[in-house]
């Protein structure tokens, strides 16, 4: 039977890892969201959960599978395709659930809660070292990462994944956010960039 899985890494960008008050991890932190939580930006107002405390935005780049991986493949032989996507958390939900050590499946797997641009064609390792991702909240740039500053990179989340759960055609893979996460508003205005370009927008609803 085929499924699609969403697999996300957390605390990847040790600037992130830090404001958050973590330990910088030794091996890649693994979740993943349930299918309904994936929504393509389209310039819509996409809605949220309300009174269940902050969501968090987390710009990432996410990965997509083209195959069935088997271990050792390398990342270009599995991934075509890239796209931008926002992780988004109900932070105060997370506390309360860390402080208990429940999995963190309702503060992450909610509805609408793994959002991601149209897909686009690979750039390989050079192109994304030279350019910058950023999150831009009413025209006011809050995110920006480039993929220098992760501790583990394509590869390297691609083989944990494999090793631990298997990957298949069409998994994704959201790769982790550099620091400045912080609340969304109600009616904000939200856009995605690769270097100078829009990959995507949307409106908090
Ligand atoms: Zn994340």
Redesign the pocket.
């Known amino acids: 039977m085929k499924t699609m899985n969403i697999y996300?890494i957390?605390r990847n960008y040790a600037n992130h890892a830090r404001e958050l008050g973590n330990a910088v991890p030794d091996q890649p932190i693994l979740f993943s969201k349930p299918s309904p939580a994936l929504v393509e930006t389209n310039g819509q107002v996409i809605s949220l959960p309300k009174d269940q405390g902050e969501i968090h935005h987390?710009i990432?780049i996410v990965l997509k599978i083209d195959k069935d991986v088997k271990e050792g493949d390398k990342v270009s032989d599995v991934v075509s395709k890239m796209a931008l996507g926002v992780?988004l958390t109900l932070r105060d939900v997370q506390s309360v659930l860390k402080e208990q050590g429940h999995p963190w499946l309702r503060a992450k797997g909610f509805k609408n809660s793994a959002i991601v641009t149209p897909f686009w064609p690979c750039e390989g390792k050079e192109v994304c070292e030279k350019t910058d991702f950023s999150f831009v909240i009413n025209s006011e740039t809050i995110q920006k990462g480039n993929i220098q500053e992760m501790m583990f990179d394509f590869q390297a989340i691609i083989d944990e994944c494999v090793n631990c759960f298997g990957l298949g055609e069409g998994d994704l893979i959201?790769t982790?956010?550099p620091e400045g996460v912080g609340p969304l508003q109600s009616g904000d205005q939200c856009q995605l960039y690769w270097g100078k370009e829009e990959k995507g927008r949307f409106v908090v609803g």
């Open positions: 996300c957390g987390e990432e992780d959201y982790g956010t």
